[in-house]
Structure formats: structure tokens, C-alpha cells
T-cell receptor
Framework: AQKITQTQPGMFVQEKEAVTLDCTYDTSDPSYGLFWYKQPSSGEMIFLIYQGSYDQQNATEGRYSLNFQKARKSANLVISASQLGDSAMYFCAMEGGKLIFGQGTELSVKP | EAGVAQSPRYKIIEKRQSVAFWCNPISGHATLYWYQQILGQGPKLLIQFQNNGVVDDSQLPKDRFSAERLKGVDSTLKIQPAKLEDSAVYLC??????????????FGAGSRLTVL
């Protein structure tokens, strides 16, 4: 069975600093995808970044990068130069036929 | 392009009443999903449609929940009768295709249900 685990219920970061949100996963499928979504207080889920299990390089999208360590089954999200607008819930998700989500990490950016 | 539309945004009902949520996906998206998100938790997949066929409904409580996607476009999720534990946000999402690969889902704003 597939499983996604986010062990940090809440994180604080100072504005303009970098922050890493942890995500570990478990699957027996050789082919899968890993995603990060952001959910602001408005409730809508916003896609941030994707990493395929066969991708050799870590994915990057602007200030977001995914630190993919396949052997450790981890897919941590790194946000560089945090902004106040980054304050939100962040969900790691895995797809192997269907998309399943972790419990989320609430990120608070301090001015 | 227009996003995923959901209605109503908010609904308050008493237990044992019924409620229906509507979703209109992005035009041309073949796959439509309904997720349930209980406060403080990640979204849980209830049902996935590919066009107008059901791909996965393994976590749908079929004794009280039903969903349909007539003509492979918009979809309705119904709860009858509602229980207190059904209080949650119901998120609809769509994607061009389902399954493996960079299958990015686009989500609607959600329908928040409160059962009293």
C-alpha cells in the first residue's frame, strides 16, 4: 500500500530565509510521481512542483525545489527566500494510479 | 482558462438531512476527482471518474454517499443521510488524464459542509 508521511505539523521561518518541509513516502511501485501542493486559508489547493520517480535531477520551479532522495524515500520541499505570502498549509502527495496526500505542514512566515 | 467551479461554497444542514454538491471541471479534462478534507487532515480521495466511468470509489461510503458524472462533464456528489462526521470540505479536482505521470490536478475552491 502507498503511504505519505509529513512529520512536521507546523513550521516557522523568518521572512527571506529558506525552509525545508519534510515528506517521506512508501510504495512498492517502481513508477510513481511526487507532488507538493499549497493550500492558503482560502482553501484552494495550488500545485507547486512535481518529481517523477525516474527523473535524474531534482525538480525546481522558481523559489521551490524538491530534494528527492529515492533510496531514503524522501521528497522534501525547499522554499528559498520565504515571503509572507508563503504562509499556508503544504501537502505532499504521491501518485501511483491515484493521488494520495500527507497530513500537511502549516508554514508560518514571520516578518 | 476557467478553473474548476464548485457550488455551493458553504452549506449547513442538520444530521440525517441530505445535501448535494456540484462540480464543473476544466473544459476538456477527462478525469474528475472528489476529495473529502476533514479539518486538520489531508484530502482523502472519495471517487475518481475517467470521462463518465468510475475508476476508483474504494473509499466512498456507499451507504450514504453517491456521485455521478453524466455525459462525462460536470459531476454531483450527494450525501444522504448526513452524519456529524461528514462535516468537511469537499474538494473537486480535474486533470487532463488520470493515472501515472505528471498528472497535475487542478482543484476547485471547495464546498464546506457543516452538519449539526
Amino acid at each position: 500500500a502507498q503511504k505519505i508521511t509529513q512529520t512536521q505539523p507546523g513550521m516557522f521561518v523568518q521572512e527571506k530565509e529558506a525552509v525545508t518541509l519534510d515528506c517521506t513516502y512508501d510504495t512498492s511501485d517502481p513508477s510513481y510521481g511526487l507532488f507538493w501542493y499549497k493550500q492558503p486559508s482560502s482553501g484552494e489547493m495550488i500545485f507547486l512542483i512535481y518529481q517523477g520517480s525516474y527523473d535524474q535531477q531534482n525538480a525546481t520551479e522558481g523559489r521551490y525545489s524538491l530534494n528527492f532522495q529515492k533510496a531514503r524515500k524522501s521528497a522534501n520541499l525547499v522554499i528559498s527566500a520565504s515571503q509572507l505570502g508563503d504562509s499556508a498549509m503544504y501537502f505532499c502527495a504521491m501518485e501511483g494510479g491515484k493521488l494520495i496526500f500527507g497530513q500537511g505542514t502549516e508554514l508560518s512566515v514571520k516578518p | 482558462e476557467a478553473g474548476v467551479a464548485q457550488s455551493p461554497r458553504y452549506k449547513i444542514i442538520e444530521k440525517r438531512q441530505s445535501v448535494a454538491f456540484w462540480c464543473n471541471p476544466i473544459s476538456g479534462h477527462a478525469t474528475l476527482y472528489w476529495y473529502q478534507q476533514i479539518l486538520g487532515q489531508g484530502p482523502k480521495l472519495l471517487i475518481q471518474f475517467q470521462n463518465n466511468g468510475v475508476v476508483d470509489d474504494s473509499q466512498l461510503p456507499k451507504d450514504r454517499f453517491s456521485a455521478e458524472r453524466l455525459k462525462g462533464v460536470d459531476s454531483t456528489l450527494k450525501i444522504q443521510p448526513a452524519k456529524l462526521e461528514d462535516s468537511a470540505v469537499y474538494l473537486c479536482a480535474s486533470s487532463p488524464t488520470g493515472g501515472y505521470g505528471a498528472n497535475v490536478l487542478t482543484f476547485g475552491a471547495g464546498s464546506r459542509l457543516t452538519v449539526l
